[in-house]
């Protein structure tokens, strides 16, 4: 197929942060796309969207929905995305929403419900107990993600359930949530650090470690560069996106212990070729896609 410009939001997505300096609460940007036909311009189009810095998709029936997590909002850029777009292989149609940074506890207790992955109990705080599960993680986020719901993550604890975390220092990074990281504690590692960018979800997570009745050594803010503050890993996890796992993934080898594990998710099955040669590239030897 030849290269087409299917998405122009990629070239102005840049000055989103520089036309407007009013600092202002967190917010998620949320674009709505309907694409026909779906496929397979709907995952190309997400791809150049994650190029472009959206983190988080949400496929619907018709096409999907990109978030994008900013301080800073344009009207003329705000503006310029909604819009069809119509060319002889495709019609997509983009709308935006705006939605600030919340408390998502009311909507969340509406729809949640427990969930078990590989022998792994994950409910809120209302919900019944299940004595009877292997292991059970209470989840209260303050967030729309980080209940083990979504596939990213139900296969990261999948990973978990197969490793021997007895004793490892382990750091969980891109906590959201906390829930992996309190798996690895339930799993019997005593030496775990959570790292987040949102300051909201390094709180959530410490709130969650306690819910949980477990201990991790530190919550932390920060990029991966953090890591270099909080020591050494002998299994390393982290379920955020392609683009910064590919970033990252040299910090993440040196921060490493020799013969530790890392653990990778968030991303398409596509890119797990891309990920996979740029880890060979540093010596990092893939066990499992």
Same mark, same amino acid.
């Given at each position: 197929? +030849?290269?087409?410009?299917?998405?122009?939001?990629?070239?102005?997505?840049?000055?989103?942060?520089?036309?407007?300096?009013?600092?202002?609460?967190?917010?998620?940007?949320?674009?709505?796309?309907?694409?026909?036909?779906?496929?397979?311009?709907?995952?190309?189009?997400?791809?150049?969207?994650?190029?472009?810095?959206?983190?988080?998709?949400?496929?619907?029936?018709?096409?999907?929905?990109?978030?994008?997590?900013?301080?800073?909002?344009?009207?003329?850029?705000?503006?310029?995305?909604?819009?069809?777009?119509?060319?002889?292989?495709?019609?997509?149609?983009?709308?935006?929403?705006?939605?600030?940074?919340?408390?998502?506890?009311?909507?969340?207790?509406?729809?949640?419900?427990?969930?078990?992955?590989?022998?792994?109990?994950? +409910?809120?705080?209302?919900?019944?107990?299940?004595?009877?599960?292997?292991?059970?993680?209470?989840?209260?986020?303050?967030?729309?993600?980080?209940?083990?719901?979504?596939?990213?993550?139900?296969?990261?604890?999948?990973?978990?359930?197969?490793?021997?975390?007895?004793?490892?220092?382990?750091?969980?990074?891109?906590?959201?949530?906390?829930?992996?990281?309190?798996?690895?504690?339930?799993?019997?590692?005593?030496?775990?650090?959570?790292?987040?960018?949102?300051?909201?979800?390094?709180?959530?997570?410490?709130?969650?470690?306690?819910?949980?009745?477990?201990?991790?050594? +530190?919550?932390?803010?920060?990029?991966?560069?953090?890591?270099?503050?909080?020591?050494?890993?002998?299994?390393?996890?982290?379920?955020?996106? +392609?683009?910064?796992?590919?970033?990252?993934?040299?910090?993440?080898?040196?921060?490493?212990?020799?013969?530790?594990?890392?653990?990778?998710?968030?991303?398409?099955?596509?890119?797990?070729?891309?990920?996979?040669?740029?880890?060979?590239?540093?010596?990092?030897?893939?066990?499992?896609?």
């Amino acid at each position: 197929m +030849r290269a087409i410009q299917l998405f122009q939001i990629s070239a102005t997505l840049i000055k989103l942060f520089k036309l407007n300096n009013t600092q202002i609460i967190m917010y998620y940007l949320a674009v709505h796309c309907n694409i026909t036909p779906r496929e397979p311009f709907a995952d190309i189009l997400m791809a150049e969207m994650a190029d472009a810095g959206f983190s988080m998709f949400e496929d619907t029936n018709n096409g999907f929905v990109a978030y994008l997590q900013t301080e800073v909002l344009d009207d003329m850029y705000l503006a310029s995305i909604n819009r069809t777009d119509s060319n002889e292989l495709y019609t997509a149609k983009f709308t935006y929403e705006i939605m600030p940074y919340t408390n998502w506890n009311e909507e969340w207790e509406k729809n949640f419900e427990p969930i078990e992955i590989a022998g792994v109990y994950v +409910r809120a705080p209302f919900h019944t107990p299940k004595p009877s599960a292997k292991h059970e993680l209470v989840i209260q986020p303050k967030m729309s993600f980080g209940t083990g719901h979504h596939a990213t993550t139900s296969l990261m604890i999948e990973q978990m359930m197969e490793l021997n975390f007895k004793n490892k220092t382990v750091c969980d990074m891109g906590c959201g949530s906390g829930i992996l990281a309190i798996l690895a504690a339930k799993l019997g590692s005593t030496n775990i650090t959570a790292i987040d960018i949102d300051a909201h979800c390094v709180e959530n997570t410490l709130e969650n470690v306690e819910s949980n009745a477990v201990s991790i050594s +530190r919550a932390l803010k920060g990029d991966a560069q953090t890591l270099f503050e909080s020591g050494s890993y002998d299994i390393l996890i982290a379920n955020i996106n +392609r683009n910064i796992i590919l970033e990252d993934l040299k910090i993440y080898n040196v921060c490493l212990n020799k013969g530790g594990v890392l653990l990778l998710s968030g991303f398409y099955e596509q890119d797990a070729c891309i990920i996979a040669a740029d880890a060979g590239k540093i010596k990092l030897m893939q066990q499992k896609s």
